[in-house]
């Protein structure tokens, strides 16, 4: 079975620019998590999905947005990006047995880079 | 507030035994996850801790004390392949979804 896919896996966009970051979840997960990871941190939720409805939100500007699709594939959006978005972007899904507050399985990210 | 703390870096040799510990200030939540992330690559899960006390899973630990407010991950019989950030993160009381990451432990595995 395939894993979290993400795409692209990286992405070079300068300020000001907006940026869409896809994710499709492993086969029967219905929840679908992004977070953020600074180089040299742990990551930091930004968004959850559970069939296609935002369950919670982290502390980020109203510039991220985030969508699940009825496939629950997701997308992650970012607008007027600034030099500190840059960072690896997470996609995580969850079974629904078990959780997300249990175990995730997260995608390799993309890397993004604003310059 | 909510936080978590992890030693920065933490080197051991091979075939040694290595404990990471991670201490959290949060109110109530569910349980104490411990993740392996390699350079660049996808964080991967390893122990999950809803109850006190030890979940052993192979060479990999984890344990639990919420009235010490303390846990931490052990890692038996190590392979220069653990050479890996570690991380440990807890999920809160009716904030859905969400993991708290603790900042990540650098462990280096030394032949």
């Known amino acids: 079975d395939a894993g979290v896919t993400q795409s692209p896996t990286h992405l070079i966009k300068t300020r000001g620019q907006h940026v869409t970051l896809r994710c499709s979840p492993i086969?029967?997960?219905?929840?679908v998590s992004w977070y953020q990871q600074v180089l040299g941190q742990g990551p930091q939720f930004i968004f959850q999905?559970?069939?296609?409805?935002?369950?919670g939100r982290g502390n980020f500007p109203d510039r991220f947005s985030a969508r699940q699709f009825p496939n629950y594939s997701s997308e992650l959006n970012v607008n007027a990006l600034l030099l500190g978005d840059s960072a690896l972007y997470l996609c995580a899904s969850s079974s629904p047995g078990q959780g997300a507050r249990e175990k995730l399985f997260f995608g390799s990210g993309t890397q993004l880079s604003v310059l | 507030g909510q936080s978590l703390e992890q030693p920065s870096e933490v080197t051991a040799v091979e075939g040694a035994i290595v404990q990471i510990n991670c201490t959290y200030q949060?109110?109530?939540?569910?349980?104490l996850s411990w993740y392996q992330q390699h350079d660049g690559g996808a964080p991967t899960f390893l122990s999950y801790n809803a109850l006190d006390g030890l979940e052993e899973t192979g060479r990999f630990s984890s344990f639990l004390s919420r009235s010490d407010s303390y846990g931490y991950l052990l890692l038996q019989e190590l392979q220069m392949k653990d050479s890996a950030s570690y991380f440990c993160a807890v999920s809160i009381y009716n904030q859905g979804g969400k993991l708290i990451f603790g900042q990540g432990t650098e462990l280096s595995v030394k032949p």
């Open positions: 086969s029967g997960h219905k929840s």
């Open positions: 949060t109110s109530g939540f569910y349980g």
């Open positions: 999905y559970y069939e296609k409805e935002e369950r």
